[in-house]
């Protein structure tokens, strides 16, 4: 599908294609919430929502955001009133503008009228996405700092810092998809991936699959740790930890500007769901043994398969909630940038080094050389590179004192004692000293506390 087939729809069609577009997002953010509450009760073994909607509770998202537009709308004195407001808008338009270029299907006709099932396409689609996945987060981080309170602002530089780290790690780990494929364009990226490539590796010509997920797993690793990281969910909502930051950015607001705020976040987590159908799974290409039937690509059977594959990385999303414990600050920044980045980065050279030996016409021991060497090289490196246990045992570095009982004193966090004693409460003392009938079992209880 080519860049020339976009921007001739008429204006009716492009409407109708903007509802398709909301639509779809309205009723996977309200599928995803039943979804999530669903799975998670499955895994907690309880029923979960099964009131509204029938045994199943399929009407429980809706009854719950209509609970949300009836609520009172509260606004805390010192909040900037401007910015409070539109801090939600923000981030919502952000997110539904974000699946603006994802393609939902080949071309088909709509009443005559020939066109794509997708609303707009560019030479840097990919980008925009994340574009608008950067202005979200401004959203998040001007609705911290308007509420005028302590815990809202806190949330809200935690998710600067973290969209900062993170997005520097989403974009790098689809720098081998455009590589690969050779283009930014959502459409191309899910065409390049519809047959499998020829190539010639050590003299012998293989067929390398189509989907990226397989041919270029490290990178779909790398986004789907990301992604998780980008959209605030669980093991990553560090902006939002209850037990640390009461409801962190979103803590002052209430009714449908909070509605708004988790509308964002959930047709966030659609929309990098849907981008890495589309740049890891195919799109809307249908998967083995279904591509085998000719009609499977063809008509309105895509938007099935899509939608199937969305609704497949939403489980992720839910299973990680309902598995993994909320992880440290400190470890969630060091994973980013001491992990992920260098990662993609070697991951990055590496993809470059083997398709520069493959372009050049070189033979079988020189191939073996340029791919070789390099790796034994990085494993070396890693080998011999000193260990924190040797680091910790080397002279001049705190480690473990086993007799104050500073566990970790080497990663630079105050411990306190492991034999700590609890005192008497003096104001246990002063209760018992207060009395006008005192025992003589209560006055030796007084006078052992003095003395201790």
Known sequence: MGLEQFGQDTWWLVLAKVLLVFVFLVVMTLFAIWYERKVVARMQVRPGPNRVGGRFGILQSLADGLKLAFKEDIMPKGADRVVFFFAPVISTVAAFTAFAVIPFGPMVSVFGEKT?????????????????????????????????STYPLLGGLRSSAQMISYEVAMGLSIVAVFMTAGTMSTSQIVDAQRHGQQTEIFGWDITLPGWYAILLIPSFVIYSIAAVGETNRAPFDLPEAESELV??????????????????????????????????????????????????????WPVLWFSIKVILLLFVFVWLRGTLPRLRYDQFMRFGWKVLIPANLVWILTLAGVRTVQDRDLSTVQRVLWIGVPVLLVLAIWMFWPSRKQAEESPGVAGVDAKKGRVGATKGFPVPPLDLEVPPSPRAERVLVGRSSTSDTERETVSMGKES
């Open 116 to 148: 794509p099932l997708q609303l707009t396409d560019m030479p840097v689609a990919v980008l925009v996405v994340l574009a608008c996945s950067s202005m979200g987060i401004y959203g998040i981080v001007l609705g911290g700092w308007a509420s005028g």
């Open 247 to 300: 409801g962190g950015f979103h803590t002052e607001y209430s009714s449908l500007k909070f509605a708004l705020f988790f509308l964002a976040e959930y047709i966030n987590m659609v929309t990098v769901s849907g981008l890495c159908a589309t740049l890891f799974l195919g799109g809307w290409q249908a998967p083995w043994p279904i591509s085998i039937w000719d009609g499977a690509n063809q008509g309105w």
